[in-house]
């Protein structure tokens, strides 16, 4: 038996991961995940691979927090906590690792907010207006995003992680390490994490993935970046785990860990619900 055990939600695209009991899914996937992003002057996306201290701001909406009243609640150390509305106004280009979308500037205010706690003039928060069109070598037509990085959903298995952190250690060892604590899924930021009779890695050979009510067509593993190297609570950034992926995980010039997925239809996942892969 498989079961999902974690739901995770980005209200603000590279803040603190939000943990969730449950999420309603839309065709861009889980409703209230990065539908807000930061851009610099130029439009395009900064993230925490630009700025770990992103990190360290918790953003909130109604899907986080039922009983808040406003669209987008942001919090962050020795700043007061500010909340608003979905902006209102004209449309205008930005990308997203330079894939294009039309989003709509918040309130300079906010964005003064943002740039007060990153220590950045030249940045400007977001919310999405229009989505942006998959790959088509990986899509339907219709299919779209908000300001994910690829695809709208993120899965990971609890038995991959725990073949990862065995070859961290191993890798540890062998060059005379301490090994450190073991790695959390945050790093990965995945929207579901799923356990039970599983093979580590089998998620790569999926197809389909039901998922309580919805199924989910598997797209492909998701390629590695930096980010994973970052501790998401102190923000210390080290080798691990891009390291260890390397060594056991690297084909077409990348390092993989999870898959991404394309909801075929809505509907409302739970903690605990089945999961039944098309293996």
Request: aromatic fraction near 6%; include cysteine; proline fraction near 8%.
């Amino acid at each position: 038996m498989i079961r999902l055990s974690a739901i995770h939600l980005h209200p603000v695209k590279s803040t603190a991961v939000r943990p969730v009991t449950h999420a309603d899914v839309e065709p861009w996937g889980l409703r209230g995940d990065r539908r807000w992003m930061v851009v610099d002057a130029d439009g395009e996306c900064v993230t925490a691979r630009e700025e770990r201290a992103l990190l360290a701001i918790t953003a909130d909406t109604p899907a986080t927090d039922r009983a808040l009243p406003a669209a987008l609640r942001l919090r962050a150390h020795d700043h007061e906590t500010i909340e608003l509305s979905v902006p209102e106004g004209e449309p205008r280009p930005v990308t997203v690792h330079r894939r294009s979308l039309e989003a709509v500037d918040a309130p300079a205010w906010a964005s003064a907010w943002m740039q007060s706690v990153l220590r950045r003039s030249d940045l400007t928060l977001v919310h999405v207006h229009r989505g942006r069109a998959l790959n088509p070598a990986h899509s339907s037509p219709g299919d779209a995003t908000a300001f994910a990085d690829a695809y709208p959903v993120t899965l990971a298995s609890a038995a991959s992680l725990e073949r990862l952190r065995s070859w961290v250690t191993e890798t540890a060892i062998e060059r005379g390490e301490e090994p450190g604590s073991p790695l959390a899924v945050e790093r990965f930021r995945p929207n579901l994490v799923v356990e039970g009779d599983l093979e580590p890695f089998e998620e790569d050979r999926w197809t389909r993935v039901k998922v309580g009510p919805v199924t989910f067509r598997v797209v492909k593993p998701v390629d590695r970046c930096v980010l994973t190297t970052v501790d998401p609570v102190t923000l210390d950034r080290g080798p691990e785990p891009i390291r260890s992926l390397a060594r056991h995980r690297t084909w077409d010039g990348a390092t993989w860990f999870a898959v991404q997925l394309v909801p075929d239809v809505a509907g409302t996942i739970r903690l605990g619900d089945d999961v039944q892969p098309d293996r």
